[in-house]
């Protein structure tokens, strides 16, 4: 192919005609026009006249160039142009296809999997075997090479992963065998790819496909002098760049919302930013992450756990005359621990309670009165923790003596126990190691602190299982008692240094932060977190979006401190006994950075450029001058008149009404779509599952029409890329293996249709070889095209969604196939059954989409004789089947045109009557 600029052509030998244009221009300036015929009798005079002289007139330049234009146009157009022509790749053998795949390239995934489809294509062209591996999720074997139509059909599940790639160069040098690489990189260097450069370099030559992007990174956040800091790191390092900064938490209803958004400046030449929200704790402590406002990647998020929550500790001590002695103040020490990770409350014990804070502390408090200890019960019944710390009035009072008080955990003896005192004959005592049930098991106990004075626990068949922590003596040093949602603790020591050094050392602050009185600033190291294991509670993907991680195995402590993430430490939340851990992509310490190619590897950008065959446009084009010209002789001939000229304006009309009359399709689909309801399904492209949803969609129509109110005319085959969707109420789309993926354009007209209150029916059609979320191929294609789409959460229709009961009272929602796997949008947190009604209070909201695989359309389909198209079942019980399944498409229907009007209360009675309630 010869190319000019970015016109290719594949026979560019024709071009040579071009330079027969001169000529042709001569001879045709040379042929005069043919002369116009007049009868005049007065012509007979000049019979048997000759002229010696004759001269002929010339045709016009401008009708010669028009010509001479059409002429090119045929010459070209036979040439074969083609518009930004892709040049064959010169290569044979094995072709490994090999991307990142991480969360960097998460933003632009589609466009690499153009670029994929692109390469494979080539492949296919020149009869190459093709492995296509992301360097996150590499085969456990051998590379899986095929032919590149099977890889085309895989690609949809193809996604990134929200990590790094880990052992990608082992992998590669195992490999036996040639190939050669297309290496897709998201454009950020990670460890260990010169490694991986080189083992691919030994199996044959490399080529990188990479486009600068922005990349950032949200760090874990911070709290700092009352402000929350966010900060976040970019490559490349260029020019200035603001962006926003997220806050996301739940609302006090449990619903997800943006509490805050603040602005993220990167100065020019700088790699990271920071800024800082100034929000109060009840907003501070329900955020749930943050993230970059626009930007689809995981490394745009930063998950929040515990060390960002800082909880409310109101502080109350006993009255002590002693004013003026700071350090021996029953709560200097306690201020001290706590004030740098915890909102600290002062005020009287009836005022602290109507703020509902995390913990009371009450420092030598022996009495409180009896409308104080209702309160104080009740709250810590409710969630709340008592913490106790013992004292000379407790030690005094008779509190707890006799029977077990309500707010303390064990009973106590009277008087106390004195230790290593100039009366005492004893040595100060030390502490004892932690027992593996304690919440202080791990926690090393320095050889300094040691107890002079105690208050002693009365023995007690409970005592042994509420102590968590004693002295080498094993005398209770902290007992605990679980009180309904919340705990009572007591410290037999005083808060202060006046009967033990415990309050002067570290163990103390870190004694607090694992009865979670205090919230801990930093990540537990591993020596810590030994012997521990974490459930993964959510877990996010590549996109930033979190997702259910109950389902995978637990992780040891170890290597959540010490591992990055990675397939068997996904980023995500992590629960342990008392407190919940976040593993996030982007570290305080992580650095991005550009990565950059030796001069020996070829680079390329990721972008395709799509051929466009030029050939049918230049001879349109030339026929169309020919016309004109055919116009224009007439014209200057003078034989536009008569039938000439209505040929003439016939031919005008053909050229120049075209655009009017796709307005008038337009207009005329528009006018059918909403002159009456209208069913629409989507056309897949597969003839067979086309007709079977527009024959589906007619039975249905039929139905209502006969059984319903509603009149709904023919239904309408939509197209995604052309046709509008907002005429449309409601849309069934029949899933196959092979059809397309929407457009962006396409995408973007599906979600405002979401949005604007349409609803989508997507019919996988595999309830008789697969469940919903199993590896069926219509089932992987469905999760495909739902990958782009606002669909809100979902859950399994509940036994009380309005579904079962807007026209009919139903349970099963068959199709040709009977599965209770149908999913809609999920019901609100905060749903609750009314007294007196069968079912939920519900918004008033209709579920945007419906998913299953029960193949509706089969069910509901008519031929022209509005006889069934197609068997469901066997016998009576098949078509019983279709009856449910048409009783089920009906509810739809009225769900969709309706709402949930049959949640009002006014339709009770009927419900229950027909309940049988």
Same mark, same amino acid.
């Given at each position: 192919?010869?190319?000019?600029?970015?016109?290719?052509?594949?026979?560019?030998?024709?071009?040579?005609?071009?330079?027969?244009?001169?000529?042709?221009?001569?001879?045709?300036?040379?042929?005069?026009?043919?002369?116009?015929?007049?009868?005049?009798?007065?012509?007979?005079?000049?019979?048997?006249?000759?002229?010696?002289?004759?001269?002929?007139?010339?045709?016009?330049?401008?009708?010669?160039?028009?010509?001479?234009?059409?002429?090119?146009?045929?010459?070209?157009?036979?040439?074969?142009?083609?518009?930004?022509?892709?040049?064959?790749?010169?290569?044979?053998?094995?072709?490994?296809?090999?991307?990142?795949?991480?969360?960097?390239?998460?933003?632009?995934?589609?466009?690499?999997?153009?670029?994929?489809?692109?390469?494979?294509?080539?492949?296919?062209?020149?009869?190459?075997?093709? &492995?296509?591996?992301?360097?996150?999720?590499?085969?456990?074997?051998?590379?899986?090479?095929?032919?590149?139509?099977?890889?085309?059909?895989?690609? !949809?599940?193809?996604?990134?992963?929200?990590?790094?790639?880990?052992?990608?160069?082992?992998?590669?040098?195992?490999?036996?065998?040639?190939?050669?690489?297309?290496?897709?990189?998201?454009?950020?260097?990670?460890?260990?790819?010169?490694?991986?450069?080189?083992?691919?370099?030994?199996?044959?030559?490399?080529?990188?496909?990479?486009?600068?992007?922005?990349?950032?990174?949200?760090?874990?956040?911070?709290?700092?002098?009352?402000?929350?800091?966010?900060?976040?790191?970019?490559?490349?390092?260029?020019?200035?760049?603001?962006?926003?900064?997220?806050?996301?938490?739940?609302?006090?209803?449990?619903?997800?919302?943006?509490?805050?958004?603040?602005?993220?400046?990167?100065?020019?030449?700088?790699?990271?930013?920071?800024?800082?929200?100034?929000?109060?704790?009840?907003?501070?402590?329900?955020?749930?992450?943050?993230?970059?406002?626009?930007?689809?990647?995981?490394?745009?998020?930063?998950?929040?756990?515990?060390?960002?929550?800082?909880?409310?500790?109101?502080?109350?001590?006993?009255?002590?005359?002693?004013?003026?002695?700071? +350090?021996?103040?029953?709560?200097?020490?306690?201020?001290?621990?706590?004030?740098?990770?915890?909102?600290?409350?002062?005020?009287?014990?009836?005022?602290?309670?109507?703020?509902?804070?995390?913990?009371?502390?009450?420092?030598?408090?022996?009495?409180?009165?009896?409308?104080?200890?209702?309160?104080?019960?009740?709250?810590?019944?409710?969630?709340?923790?008592?913490?106790?710390?013992?004292?000379?009035?407790?030690?005094?009072?008779?509190?707890?003596?006799?029977?077990?008080?309500?707010?303390? !955990?064990?009973?106590?003896?009277?008087?106390?126990?004195?230790?290593?005192?100039?009366?005492?004959?004893?040595?100060?005592?030390?502490?004892?190691?932690?027992?593996?049930?304690?919440?202080?098991?791990?926690?090393?106990?320095?050889?300094?602190?040691?107890?002079?004075?105690?208050?002693?626990?009365?023995?007690?068949?409970?005592?042994?299982?509420?102590?968590?922590?004693?002295?080498?003596?094993?005398?209770?040093?902290?007992?605990?008692?679980?009180?309904?949602?919340?705990?009572?603790?007591?410290?037999?020591?005083?808060?202060?240094?006046?009967?033990?050094? +415990?309050?002067?050392?570290? +163990?103390?602050?870190?004694?607090?932060?694992?009865?979670?009185?205090?919230?801990?600033?930093?990540?537990?190291?591993?020596?810590?977190?030994?012997?521990?294991?974490?459930?993964?509670?959510?877990?996010?993907?590549?996109?930033?979006?979190?997702?259910?991680?109950?389902?995978?195995?637990?992780?040891?402590?170890?290597? +959540?401190?010490?591992?990055?993430?990675?397939?068997?430490?996904?980023?995500?939340?992590?629960?342990?006994?008392?407190?919940?851990?976040?593993?996030?992509?982007?570290?305080?310490?992580?650095?991005?950075?550009?990565?950059?190619?030796?001069?020996?590897?070829?680079?390329?950008?990721?972008?395709?450029?799509?051929?466009?065959?030029?050939?049918?446009?230049?001879?349109?084009? &030339?026929?169309?001058?020919?016309?004109?010209?055919?116009?224009?002789?007439?014209?200057?001939?003078?034989?536009?008149?008569?039938?000439?000229?209505?040929?003439?304006?016939?031919?005008?009309?053909?050229?120049?009404?075209?655009?009017?009359?796709?307005?008038?399709?337009?207009?005329?689909?528009?006018?059918?779509?909403?002159?009456?309801?209208?069913?629409?399904?989507?056309?897949?492209?597969?003839?067979?599952?086309?007709?079977?949803?527009?024959?589906?969609?007619?039975?249905?129509?039929?139905?209502?029409?006969?059984?319903?109110?509603?009149?709904?005319?023919?239904?309408?085959?939509?197209?995604?890329?052309?046709?509008?969707?907002?005429?449309?109420?409601?849309?069934?789309?029949?899933?196959?293996?092979?059809?397309?993926?929407?457009?962006?354009?396409?995408?973007?007209?599906?979600?405002?249709?979401?949005?604007?209150?349409?609803?989508?029916?997507?019919?996988?059609?595999?309830?008789?070889?697969?469940?919903?979320?199993?590896?069926?191929?219509?089932?992987?294609?469905?999760?495909?095209?739902?990958?782009?789409?606002?669909?809100?959460?979902?859950?399994?229709?509940?036994?009380?969604?309005?579904?079962?009961?807007?026209?009919?009272?139903?349970?099963?929602?068959?199709?040709?196939?009977?599965?209770?796997?149908?999913?809609?949008?999920?019901?609100?947190?905060?749903?609750?059954?009314?007294?007196?009604? !069968?079912?939920?209070?519900?918004?008033?909201?209709?579920?945007?989409?419906?998913?299953?695989?029960?193949?509706?359309?089969?069910?509901?389909?008519?031929?022209?004789?509005?006889?069934?198209?197609?068997?469901?079942?066997?016998?009576?019980?098949?078509?019983?089947?279709?009856?449910?399944?048409?009783?089920?498409?009906?509810?739809?229907?009225?769900?969709?045109?309706?709402?949930?009007?049959?949640?009002?209360?006014?339709?009770?009675?009927?419900?229950?009557?027909?309940?049988?309630?």
């Amino acid at each position: 192919m010869w190319t000019l600029g970015p016109i290719g052509f594949t026979a560019p030998w024709l071009l040579v005609a071009l330079a027969a244009l001169p000529i042709l221009w001569v001879l045709l300036r040379a042929v005069p026009p043919a002369p116009i015929r007049r009868r005049f009798p007065g012509v007979a005079l000049l019979l048997g006249l000759a002229d010696e002289d004759s001269q002929s007139d010339r045709t016009p330049w401008w009708l010669l160039l028009l010509r001479l234009l059409a002429v090119a146009a045929v010459i070209v157009g036979f040439a074969g142009p083609v518009l930004n022509p892709q040049a064959a790749r010169d290569g044979k053998g094995d072709l490994v296809i090999a991307l990142d795949g991480t969360w960097a390239g998460a933003a632009n995934w589609q466009a690499r999997m153009d670029r994929v489809n692109a390469l494979l294509t080539e492949a296919a062209l020149a009869d190459r075997r093709v &492995a296509v591996v992301a360097l996150t999720d590499l085969p456990s074997d051998t590379l899986p090479f095929t032919a590149p139509n099977e890889w085309q059909n895989r690609l !949809p599940n193809l996604q990134p992963k929200p990590w790094q790639p880990q052992d990608a160069a082992d992998y590669f040098s195992a490999q036996q065998g040639s190939f050669e690489t297309y290496w897709l990189s998201d454009g950020v260097d990670f460890e260990g790819r010169d490694t991986l450069l080189e083992a691919l370099e030994a199996a044959g030559s490399v080529t990188v496909f990479q486009t600068p992007q922005l990349t950032i990174g949200v760090r874990p956040a911070r709290f700092e002098d009352g402000q929350v800091i966010v900060s976040a790191t970019r490559t490349p390092v260029g020019a200035a760049y603001e962006t926003q900064i997220t806050a996301v938490g739940l609302d006090p209803a449990g619903v997800e919302r943006q509490l805050a958004t603040v602005p993220l400046a990167f100065e020019a030449g700088d790699a990271d930013a920071e800024t800082a929200m100034v929000l109060p704790p009840e907003l501070r402590n329900r955020i749930t992450r943050f993230e970059i406002t626009g930007n689809r990647s995981a490394g745009a998020v930063s998950l929040t756990d515990d060390a960002l929550k800082r909880r409310e500790v109101a502080l109350i001590a006993g009255s002590d005359s002693r004013e003026g002695l700071e +350090l021996l103040s029953p709560l200097y020490y306690l201020r001290e621990a706590l004030e740098p990770t915890a909102d600290l409350i002062d005020g009287t014990l009836s005022d602290i309670l109507l703020a509902n804070p995390d913990v009371v502390v009450l420092a030598d408090v022996a009495t409180l009165s009896e409308t104080e200890t209702d309160a104080v019960h009740d709250w810590v019944e409710n969630g709340g923790m008592l913490l106790r710390f013992a004292g000379p009035r407790l030690a005094a009072s008779d509190l707890g003596r006799n029977q077990e008080d309500p707010l303390l !955990p064990v009973r106590l003896r009277s008087g106390g126990r004195t230790v290593g005192g100039a009366m005492s004959w004893g040595e100060p005592k030390t502490l004892a190691p932690f027992e593996n049930d304690s919440p202080f098991f791990g926690l090393p106990i320095p050889e300094d602190v040691n107890v002079t004075s105690q208050v002693m626990a009365q023995p007690d068949p409970t005592l042994a299982d509420r102590v968590i922590a004693q002295l080498a003596d094993g005398t209770p040093l902290v007992t605990r008692k679980i009180t309904g949602e919340g705990q009572v603790v007591l410290v037999h020591v005083t808060a202060n240094a006046e009967w033990s050094s +415990l309050p002067l050392s570290g +163990l103390f602050v870190q004694m607090l932060e694992r009865l979670a009185v205090s919230t801990r600033p930093a990540t537990p190291d591993a020596t810590e977190l030994a012997g521990t294991t974490w459930l993964p509670n959510k877990v996010l993907d590549a996109y930033g979006r979190l997702e259910d991680g109950s389902a995978l195995p637990g992780v040891a402590g170890e290597m +959540l401190a010490t591992a990055a993430p990675g397939p068997l430490l996904q980023p995500g939340l992590y629960a342990g006994n008392d407190r919940q851990l976040a593993v996030n992509v982007i570290g305080s310490e992580t650095l991005l950075s550009v990565a950059n190619w030796p001069a020996r590897i070829a680079v390329e950008g990721m972008a395709t450029m799509r051929e466009t065959a030029l050939k049918g446009w230049l001879l349109s084009a &030339a026929i169309l001058l020919l016309l004109i010209d055919v116009i224009a002789s007439l014209a200057v001939g003078g034989r536009l008149r008569g039938p000439r000229a209505d040929v003439a304006a016939l031919l005008a009309l053909m050229m120049f009404s075209a655009p009017d009359a796709q307005a008038q399709t337009d207009d005329a689909f528009a006018l059918r779509a909403t002159s009456q309801v209208v069913l629409g399904h989507v056309i897949t492209g597969n003839a067979q599952a086309d007709e079977i949803a527009e024959a589906g969609l007619l039975g249905l129509s039929q139905t209502l029409f006969r059984r319903t109110s509603i009149e709904p005319s023919a239904p309408i085959g939509v197209d995604l890329e052309t046709d509008e969707l907002a005429f449309f109420p409601f849309l069934y789309w029949p899933i196959t293996a092979d059809q397309p993926l929407p457009s962006h354009d396409a995408y973007a007209k599906l979600n405002r249709y979401l949005r604007a209150g349409g609803m989508i029916m997507f019919d996988t059609r595999d309830a008789d070889t697969a469940r919903f979320g199993s590896g069926s191929p219509e089932g992987r294609k469905l999760q495909a095209i739902a990958r782009s789409l606002d669909i809100p959460a979902l859950e399994p229709v509940p036994s009380d969604h309005v579904l079962t009961r807007t026209f009919y009272l139903l349970q099963d929602f068959s199709g040709r196939y009977a599965s209770r796997d149908v999913w809609v949008e999920a019901a609100p947190i905060g749903a609750t059954q009314i007294e007196g009604m !069968p079912f939920r209070n519900l918004n008033d909201g209709v579920t945007p989409v419906i998913i299953g695989g029960n193949n509706w359309a089969a069910a509901w389909a008519v031929n022209a004789n509005g006889s069934p198209m197609l068997p469901v079942g066997r016998g009576m019980a098949g078509e019983r089947q279709r009856e449910i399944a048409l009783r089920f498409g009906v509810n739809v229907i009225m769900h969709v045109l309706t709402g949930n009007y049959k949640s009002d209360q006014v339709h009770v009675p009927d419900l229950l009557d027909r309940l049988g309630q």
